[in-house]
Structure formats: structure tokens, C-alpha cells
T-cell receptor, first 116, second 113 residues
Framework: GAGVSQSPRYKVAKRGQDVALRCDPI?????LFWYQQALGQGPEFLTY????????KSGLPSDRFFAERPEGSVSTLKIQRTQQEDSAVYLC??????????????FGPGTRLTVT | GENVEQHPSTLSVQEGDSAVIKCTYS??????FPWYKQELGKRPQLIID?????GEKKDQRIAVTLNKTAKHFSLHITETQPEDSAVYFC????????????FGTGTRLQVTL
């Protein structure tokens, strides 16, 4: 079946522009995560949704970052007034279960954001 | 919060040899420890995971061990093949409070012929 998909795969933004990154999780998956992966580093947690509820946004680096999942399926990560330090790969992952359960997180291919 | 350290950062082995990657974690409440393989430009893919009620798990050429007392866990790959070349990430999660993964910094494994 279809895996997690993300779009666009690549995004170049001028400093100060706003960007929106989309994640389509596996159909029926309850949990959705956003991670940021800087070059040569491991993914770092940004935010977590269980269905449409954003239960954890402790990893969002500033108030320029905003995420939503209004209908409990597709999610959008928005970055306002992009800065060079925002350049990274943004990974989305989904899981069929909610909190208090251990299950594989299935990752999307990521969106590589370059801020010039 | 949780902190995961991973060693070594790079590892080169000859085809057929074994490779071992080690991680330590700080939060004694962590109870889920997956390992992901990431090839260049590709998405991370789960290769094996272990839960805190188990000390060892094996899947063909791959095994993971967990020492809860020492807060260590390790990935063992035997009979390495060129296609094992990739970056490997360990991670830890406390599913009692959140399911987010805290990743290590990665190990670049190179299997040479």
C-alpha cells in the first residue's frame, strides 16, 4: 500500500518568505509526528498529533513554526519568515496507534528546505 | 528530557565482518528502542526494535541488546554486506508520557569489499 508521502520534496525559499510543507500519512494512522533533520544529524522532534489534536509541540524551535492537522489526516507544517538556520530536511512520520503504545513510526521521504 | 548518545560516528568494516554500534540513554523511564537505517537521500527505515521488558532480540543478521541498568543498547550486524552501508540511528522513547523518538547522532557504516 501507499506509504507516507510529503510534498514538495525540495523547497528553496528566500530568507523572510513563508513556506508550507505537506504530509500525507498512511491512511488510518492515528499518530503523526514532524521531525527536523539537519545535515549530518539525527532527526529532532518538532511536534506530535493524535488524530486532529496537537498533543505535544515542545520541539517547535520558535513561534515562527506552526503545524496543523485539522481533519486528523493530512498535516501541514508552516514556517513563517524563514531564516537560514531553518534549512534542513523536514520528516513526517505516522503510526497506527496513539500514546502509551509502542509501534513503528513510518517515515516519509522528507522535504529538503533550503533558505537562501 | 531524554538524551541519546551514539558511538562511533563512523565505522568501516570489511565485507563479512561484524559491526557493533552502541548507544546510551539518560531517561530511565524510556521503554522503547528502535534502530533506523537511512541511505543517502532516503527516508529512515526501521530495521529492528526492542522493548524494555526484553534483553535481546535477533532478526537474521541483525541483533539488538539492551541493558536497562546501565542504560545501554547496542546494534550488532553479522556477516556484513555492501548493501549494509548506510547511516544507522538509534532512538529512545518513553511511551508512558509521549511517543516521540529521541535519536542519536548516527553512525555511518561503510562495508568495503
Amino acid at each position: 500500500g501507499a506509504g507516507v508521502s510529503q510534498s514538495p520534496r525540495y523547497k528553496v525559499a528566500k530568507r523572510g518568505q513563508d513556506v508550507a510543507l505537506r504530509c500525507d500519512p498512511i491512511s488510518g494512522h492515528v499518530s503523526l509526528f514532524w521531525y527536523q533533520q539537519a545535515l549530518g544529524q539525527g532527526p529532532e522532534f518538532l511536534t506530535y498529533f493524535q488524530n486532529e489534536a496537537q498533543l505535544d509541540k515542545s520541539g517547535l524551535p520558535s513561534d515562527r513554526f506552526f503545524a496543523e492537522r485539522p481533519e486528523g489526516s493530512v498535516s501541514t507544517l508552516k514556517i513563517q519568515r524563514t531564516q537560514q538556520e531553518d534549512s534542513a530536511v523536514y520528516l513526517c512520520a505516522s503510526s497506527p496507534v496513539g500514546l502509551a503504545a509502542t509501534y513503528e513510526q513510518y517515515f516519509g521521504p522528507g522535504t529538503r528546505l533550503t533558505v537562501t | 528530557g531524554e538524551n541519546v548518545e551514539q558511538h562511533p560516528s563512523t565505522l568501516s568494516v570489511q565485507e563479512g565482518d561484524s559491526a557493533v554500534i552502541k548507544c546510551t540513554y539518560s531517561d530511565s523511564a524510556s521503554n522503547y528502542f528502535p534502530w533506523y537505517k537511512q541511505e543517502l537521500g532516503k527516508r529512515p527505515q526501521l530495521i529492528i526494535d526492542i522493548r524494555s521488558n526484553v534483553g535481546e532480540k535477533k532478526d537474521q543478521r541483525i541483533a539488538v541488546t539492551l541493558n536497562k541498568t546501565a542504560k545501554h543498547f547496542s546494534l550488532h550486524i553479522t556477516e556484513t554486506q555492501p548493501e549494509d552501508s548506510a547511516v544507522y540511528f538509534c532512538a529512545a522513547s518513553n511511551t508512558g508520557t509521549a511517543s516521540k523518538l529521541t535519536f542519536g547522532t548516527g553512525t555511518r557504516l561503510q562495508v568495503t569489499l
